[in-house]
């Protein structure tokens, strides 16, 4: 108690001091000027283009080419092309039997998309698979490709166009088997 009343005083007193002390000045190189109006132009800020899903022709008869290629990994990517509205998601697998399965989503842009690479644990791919590329359900599309293909995909004809047993939608999808050396 004794320590707090004797630094009540001095911590007072500079309290004091302060309050009476003349305001500091910058030498008249350092004052701060006051800011300067400048006329401004205003420039309109460009509108953002709203992507407008493009469909193919309707109905859609649907067509899938494929390349297949080797990455330096060893990796095998499918390098796809499709009539298939933009933003469709597609997947891809390879199996095997009672062995290798692999697969891969991508979204098809400007008519394209690519899988993989795929590759059994980093070891590259020998010997014969069944390949798949396909477009699952629409119900399961983005609504822009819903729109194109219609709610159950009745908008989607061709070979490669099945209905699911249990949903009643069309999908379509290219099988193949493919041999690697």
Avoid: H, W
């Avoid at 709203?50 to 193919?56: F, G, Y």
């Amino acid at each position: 108690m004794r320590l707090a009343s004797k630094l009540a005083v001095p911590v007072a007193l500079i309290i004091a001091l302060s309050a009476c002390a003349p305001e500091a000045t910058l030498p008249p190189s350092e004052t701060p000027r006051p800011p300067v109006a400048e006329t401004a132009t205003t420039t309109p800020l460009p509108t953002p283009e709203v992507a407008v899903p493009t469909c193919p022709s309707s109905p859609v008869e649907v067509e899938i080419d494929y390349e297949l290629t080797v990455d330096p990994g060893g990796g095998v990517v499918i390098d796809a092309a499709t009539n298939l509205p933009d933003g469709s998601e597609m997947n891809a697998s390879f199996f095997v039997e009672g062995g290798y399965f692999g697969q891969d989503e991508g979204t098809v842009q400007d008519g394209k998309v690519s899988f993989g690479p795929f590759s059994d644990k980093g070891t590259p791919l020998k010997g014969s698979y069944d390949m798949s590329i396909t477009l699952p359900i629409a119900r399961n599309q983005p609504a822009s490709v819903r729109g194109c293909l219609g709610a159950a995909g009745e908008m989607l004809t061709g070979p490669l166009v099945s209905v699911d047993d249990i949903t009643g939608d069309a999908f379509a999808s290219l099988d193949a088997v493919v041999t690697f050396g």
